[in-house]
């Protein structure tokens, strides 16, 4: 078992930066594929970011060039830097990972494709 364990959100005004953290216990990250989802009220919850257990790293176009995904596998931790923030970034923001011990090159873009998530840390943007 995973536990992931989020935090970083808050209240931002339009055009300014957060960056959330993933901590995870129970396992180390290194052989996980990550990812960040964001769900908005009645919405589904949809693919932000993704990173390969090597890496590799993958960006919806909503927030590409404006969010980076990276992972420090010695803090077991990943992080989503959310620059540039608009209003309709405002959601909770969830971590999830994916046991992929054999793929270092494989990114994961949706939710049923993860085993283990955190309880979400809630970003408000206002205008």
């Known amino acids: 078992q995973v536990q992931l364990v989020e935090s970083g959100g808050g209240l931002v005004q339009a055009g300014g930066s957060l960056r959330l953290s993933c901590a995870a216990s129970g396992r180390t990250l290194s052989s996980y594929a990550m990812g960040w989802f964001r769900q908005a009220p009645g919405k589904e919850r949809e693919l932000v970011a993704a990173i390969s257990s090597g890496g590799i790293t993958y960006y919806v176009a909503s927030v590409k060039g404006r969010f980076t995904i990276s992972r420090d596998n010695a803090r077991n931790t990943v992080y989503l830097q959310m620059n540039s923030l608009k209003p309709e970034d405002t959601a909770a923001y969830y971590c999830?990972?994916?046991?992929?011990?054999?793929?270092?090159?494989?990114?994961?873009?949706?939710?049923?494709?993860?085993?283990?998530w955190g309880q979400g840390t809630q970003v408000t943007v206002s205008s």
């Open positions: 999830a990972a994916r046991q992929v011990p054999n793929y270092r090159y494989t990114y994961y873009r949706h939710a049923y494709e993860y085993d283990y």
